[in-house]
């Protein structure tokens, strides 16, 4: 999505367009095996850019449907990603001087008339991604999607019954880290 600067009014200019759907998974998919998250559809972007003296205001958001793992169920699930935009667009002229070289994730800096802005709505929307995402939970504590329930609640409920249950190794290994950590205090 490059866009032009120079013809943005100070009035300001609305824009709505998709990004490439290829590009995100691509960028989604690098350094991994396997795919966790991918995107379903071409994510939307609404946008709205203001001349100022200072550069270019971006307020807007991206967003878009997304299908990752449930960290409840394990299931591939689809939910929205939805990043907020708030962005200053400068050249390096606008700057400041010297000392104003640091990096601000709020500003991004160009050359030229024109901007790519492809890259960093992609980054945007990466960054909102939770990697322990997991569907909102009904009253009874039950997953929406797959309706299990959630671990939290299984494990107060084994505390409350009473019953002797075999614990899961993993619940084996916190209880002997919990002991430890009492014997030592």
Request: with cysteine; glycine share 6%; net charge negative.
């Amino acid at each position: 999505m490059r866009i032009c600067t120079t013809t943005i009014p100070f009035s300001g200019m609305k824009i709505e367009a998709s990004l490439p759907l290829e590009a995100l998974n691509s960028r989604l998919a690098e350094g991994s095996e396997k795919q966790e998250i991918t995107f379903e559809s071409a994510p939307f972007v609404d946008l709205t850019l203001t001349r100022t003296h200072g550069g270019i205001m971006v307020k807007g958001v991206v967003s878009g449907m997304c299908k990752q793992e449930c960290a409840t169920c394990a299931d591939p699930v689809s939910h929205e990603i939805v990043a907020s935009i708030d962005w200053i667009l400068q050249t390096s002229s606008d700057r400041a001087g010297p000392d104003d070289e640091i990096d601000d994730p709020g500003v991004i800096v160009y050359e030229g008339d024109h901007v790519e802005l492809e890259e960093p709505l992609q980054e945007a929307l990466i960054l909102n991604i939770n990697p322990f995402w997991h569907p909102p939970r009904d009253k009874n504590e039950r997953c929406t999607v797959c309706k299990r329930d959630c671990a939290a609640n299984v494990w107060r409920r084994e505390e409350s019954d009473g019953d002797e249950k075999k614990p899961s190794a993993f619940g084996s290994l916190l209880k002997g880290a919990l002991s430890s950590t009492k014997k030592a205090t």
